[in-house]
């Protein structure tokens, strides 16, 4: 079977620094790029707070440029998923979209995160056909439509932003009576004329015949003052946030209460030796793109004090 000495599963900026620490210290090691090669940051649209780019750069644009420096440096970097790892015992043995397996000597999850939904039975029902969770993947099916964003958080306000410039008009849901986001985000949102938002709104369903054609939303729940509303809407987003990627450890990795990664003090190891996590997988509190980096360049340092120790380089 083919052996690594770090396996690294994930393609955001956790998973690309640490490919580049790694070779630079002439680790081997191997990355799966994941579902969604790049990561998170391939759907957004211009980021402006990653340090070095001084007017700003794409999302896509910033993960590239990730991948042609790990590559630069020696990395061998593949597309495929991690379907499921054993992590029993070392060398552990990752099996790739479950059929060839690879051992490693040590593995760095930086899996991220994936967009949460509401969990009601109207968003699978309109799957693909009017719900999304990616306004700059989707966004372009809804030019000069109606469309709404549920949430009221950073990722809600840039969306709304980016769907104002496109759809004719663009409602905010937002469940609670103001709005969580920084007041950069919030200062975009109020300056854009055709965004409505509408405060202390849950969705509850969704409606139309061959796709979305509008939300049923009722206001005020619970209390005295609770109405019913419909808005006509051609698209809906979720921007309500997201959930780490751990399905695939099955188990065998300790979380937190919210399902994030426990790592051991101020390293990047987790509760089995040998296995260490990086970026938003394992990070409750910042989830930013740069802090993400910067834990998967600890990552690839916690792997290579840990080889050293075992005397395997
Ligand atoms: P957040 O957790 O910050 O916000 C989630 C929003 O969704 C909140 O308004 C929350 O409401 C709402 N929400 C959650 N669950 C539900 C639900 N079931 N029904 C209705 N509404 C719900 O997530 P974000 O994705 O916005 O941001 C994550 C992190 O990334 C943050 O730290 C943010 O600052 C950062 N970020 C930064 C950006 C930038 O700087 N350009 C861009 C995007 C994200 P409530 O407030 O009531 O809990």
């Known amino acids: 079977m083919e052996k690594t000495n770090c396996l690294i599963i994930g393609s955001g900026p956790a998973g690309y620094t640490a490919a580049i620490y790694a070779s630079r210290a002439n680790i081997s090691n191997v990355m799966y790029e994941g579902i969604q090669p790049g990561g998170q940051l391939t759907t957004t649209t211009e980021i402006e707070n990653f340090p070095g780019f001084p007017t700003g750069i794409e999302g896509f644009d910033l993960m590239e440029n990730m991948k042609q420096q790990a590559e630069r440096v020696g990395s061998d970097i593949r597309s495929g998923v991690v379907t499921a790892i054993d992590l029993s015992k070392r060398p552990f043995v990752a099996t790739i979209d479950g059929n060839t397996q690879i051992e490693a000597e040590t593995v760095i999850i930086a899996t991220g995160a994936s967009a949460k939904y509401l969990g009601i039975d109207d968003e699978k029902k309109y799957a693909g056909m009017g719900v999304s969770a ?180």
Do not use: W
């Open 134 to 313: 990616c306004a700059t993947c989707d966004g372009f099916f809804y030019r000069k439509k109606t469309v709404a964003v549920v949430g009221g958080g950073d990722t809600a306000c840039e969306e709304a932003s980016y769907l104002s410039n496109i759809a004719k008009k663009v409602y905010m849901i937002v469940r609670k009576d103001y709005l969580r986001a920084s007041q950069i985000m919030q200062k975009r949102v109020s300056e854009k004329e055709n965004i409505e938002i509408l405060f202390n709104c849950n969705t509850v369903g969704l409606f139309g015949e061959n796709g979305v054609e509008g939300a049923h939303l009722v206001r005020h729940k619970g209390t005295d003052k609770e109405e019913m509303l419909d808005i006509n809407i051609d698209g809906f987003f979720l921007a309500i946030g997201h959930r780490p990627n751990t399905a695939f450890l099955n188990g065998q990795i300790a979380l937190d209460e919210q399902g994030y990664i426990e790592l051991k003090g101020k390293t990047t190891a987790t509760n089995v030796e040998g296995v260490f996590a990086a970026g938003d997988v394992a990070d409750p509190i910042y989830r930013q793109a740069v802090s993400a980096a910067g834990m998967g360049c600890h990552a690839a340092l916690d792997v290579q004090s840990f080889l050293m120790e075992k005397g395997l380089i």
